[in-house]
Every structure is written in structure tokens, then in C-alpha cells.
């Protein structure tokens, strides 16, 4: 059975700072990981989708790398904004179709 | 940009009524899916449906939970009989899924919280 767990559960980090958000996942037979952004009572905002044949995507300040071998993921925030404050979701897709989400890393960004 | 959308953004019913929520995936999307979330918890799989049936369904989709997509545009998930521990938010999730379920981004919408009082 998947399980997906990020690390730091909280972050706090002054504006401008670069940060790494940790994804690790035990069954490295996936299809694809997502990152999800996640503002306190809403919906799911989908940042990056890597594909399992893929290292990494990048999107604007936004890079997710993916290592399958190791089971692990990482979204690199470069130069944070307070914008930036939520809660980021990782996402296994395996066998089934299904997303095991892992707990999620909620980050603050202070001025 | 196309979006994923569900009403009511916010349900409360006692226990014991039936609840519906309702969902409009993006329009060619092929695969669509209900997931929940309980306060302070992971977002949890519940049923995914395809070509008008149940692909995949978690332990948690039991005989009290139903889906259907009555038209060509809405996709409904039902409780037939509301517990307390049934309060959560519920997302619905599509994905256009051209080269099956795993290949592409899925997409949730804002959610739909179930209070059960």
C-alpha cells in the first residue's frame, strides 16, 4: 500500500528566501507525482505534474524534481512571496488510478 | 480557463438525511472522481467512475455512498444516510484522460463541506 509523507509539516521563512519542500512515497511503481497548492478552506490547485519518465518540471519560480529510485520528490520555491503561504500537497498516482496524497507541508512566508 | 465546479459549497444536514453533492467536470474530461477530506487530515480517495461506471472504489465508498452522472454534464455523489463522521470537505476531481486515467493532471474543484449535526 502507498504511503506519502512530506516533510517539514510547517515551514516559516522570511520573504525572499529560496526554500526545498520534501515528498517521500514507499512504492516507487508510479505513474506520475503532483504538487498541489492548497489555501486554508479551498480547493486544490494543481502546480506541477511530473510524469515517472521525467527528472524534473518547472514552472515559473516553481521546480519539482522527482527521483523514483529513492522514492522521493522536491518542489523548490525560488524567492518566496507572502502570496506563496498555503499548504503544498504531493500526490502518487500508482497502479490504480488513484492519488495517495501525502499530509501536506504548510508553509508561511513573512515579511 | 476551464474549471471544475460543485454546489453546494456548503452543506449541513442532520444525521440520518440524505445528502447529495453536486459537481461539473471540464467538459472533455473522461475520468472523474470524488475524494473527501476530514478537518486536519490527508485528502482521501473515494470512487473514481469512467464510461458511466464505478472504475475504482476505497473502503470508505460503502452501500451508503453513490455516485451517478444523470446528463451529460453533471456528475452527483450521494449519501444515503449521514453520520456524524461522514462531515468533511468533498472534492470532485476530473482529468481528460485521452491515454487513460495515469497519464495526465487531475483537476479538483473548490469543494463542497458536509457538516452533520
Known amino acids: 500500500k502507498q504511503e506519502v509523507t512530506q516533510i517539514p509539516a510547517a515551514l516559516s521563512v522570511p520573504e525572499g528566501e529560496n526554500l526545498v519542500l520534501n515528498c517521500s512515497f514507499t512504492d516507487s511503481a508510479i505513474y506520475n507525482l503532483q504538487w498541489f497548492r492548497q489555501d486554508p478552506g479551498k480547493g486544490l490547485t494543481s502546480l506541477l505534474l511530473i510524469q515517472s519518465s521525467q527528472r524534473e518540471q518547472t514552472s515559473g519560480r516553481l521546480n519539482a524534481s522527482l527521483d523514483k529510485s529513492s522514492g522521493r520528490s522536491t518542489l523548490y520555491i525560488a524567492a518566496s512571496q507572502p502570496g506563496d503561504s498555503a499548504t503544498y500537497l504531493c500526490a502518487a498516482t500508482g497502479t490504480a488510478s488513484k492519488l495517495t496524497f501525502g499530509t501536506g507541508t504548510r508553509l508561511q512566508v513573512t515579511l | ?117
Open chain 2, 1 to 117: 480557463e476551464p474549471e471544475v465546479t460543485q454546489t453546494p459549497s456548503h452543506q449541513v444536514t442532520q444525521m440520518g438525511q440524505e445528502v447529495i453533492l453536486r459537481c461539473v467536470p471540464i467538459s472533455n474530461h473522461l475520468y472523474f472522481y470524488w475524494y473527501r477530506q476530514i478537518l486536519g487530515q490527508k485528502v482521501e480517495f473515494l470512487v473514481s467512475f469512467y464510461n458511466n461506471e464505478i472504475s475504482e472504489k476505497s473502503e470508505i465508498f460503502d452501500d451508503q455512498f453513490s455516485v451517478e452522472r444523470p446528463d451529460g454534464s453533471n456528475f452527483t455523489l450521494k449519501i444515503r444516510s449521514t453520520k456524524l463522521e461522514d462531515s468533511a470537505m468533498y472534492f470532485c476531481a476530473s482529468i481528460k484522460g485521452l491515454a487513460g486515467p495515469r497519464g495526465g493532471e487531475l483537476f479538483f474543484g473548490e469543494g463542497s463541506r458536509l457538516t452533520v449535526l
